[in-house]
T-cell receptor, first 114, second 116 residues
């Protein structure tokens, strides 16, 4: 089973309100990633967990939080949504952090902030 | 950090004709891996091809790509496009981190539309 599941698939949020997105994988992968995808832009890596260690990208450090309570689950948390957070959020997992690792993606969570 | 460039946002091709999606990259590292991912409508992105060997052709599902380090390219090609190939295609590379680890970096993606 190579399934990565994301919930919710669609989320409508008000400006200033929190948003929590969930991702799960059953492949026992050590690494889980969160990407933000906006139209006509490359998927932007926000953060990733390698085992229990969280790595956040420097330019999004303050904007996103995450937790990984166990190997299978990973969340992405926005404390106060702004209009600029409207995007598709893609979760992915991989076996580890080696160069040739394939990423397994979920179908994404589309966030619209109004 | 490293970067990936996909120059075409949209490529349209007639069914049965050849298609080529361009991918170039910038990196100072010699031993990293390159990928093509495909995302069909309403589905998750999935890996299509992977390579880390210079000048070696890699094939899968009728698509092929050859890593050319001399020109920093990893173009995706197919000799005869099918309607079912219509999808969004991402080129990606493994961007080195410290400690011998890597993180994936993606291009913007190219939408391929195959019409009858």
């Amino acid at each position: 089973d190579t399934t990565v599941k994301q919930n919710p698939r669609y989320k409508l949020a008000r400006v200033g309100k929190p948003v929590n997105l969930i991702c799960s994988q059953t492949m026992n992968h050590d690494t889980m990633y969160w990407y933000q995808k906006k139209p006509n832009q490359a998927p932007k890596l926000l953060l990733f967990y390698y085992d229990k260690i969280l790595n956040r990208e420097a330019d999004t450090f303050e904007k996103f939080q995450s937790s990984r309570p166990n190997n299978s689950f990973c969340s992405l948390y926005i404390g106060s949504a702004g209009l600029e957070y409207s995007a598709m959020y893609l979760c992915a997992s991989s076996r580890d952090l080696s160069s040739g690792n394939t990423l397994y993606f979920g179908e994404g969570s589309r966030l619209i902030v109004v | 950090g490293d970067s990936v460039t996909q120059t075409e946002g949209l490529v349209t091709v007639t069914e049965g004709l050849p298609v080529k999606l361009n991918c170039t990259y910038q990196t100072t590292y010699l031993t990293i891996a390159f990928f093509w991912y495909v995302q069909y409508l309403n589905e998750a992105p999935q890996v299509l091809l992977r390579s880390s060997t210079d000048n070696k052709r890699t094939e899968h599902q009728g698509f092929h790509a050859t890593l050319h380090k001399s020109s920093s390219s990893f173009h995706l090609q197919k000799s005869s496009a099918q309607l079912s190939d219509s999808a969004l295609y991402y080129c990606a590379l493994s961007d080195p981190l410290s400690g011998g680890n890597y993180k994936p970096t993606f291009g913007k993606g190219t939408s391929l539309v195959v019409h009858p």
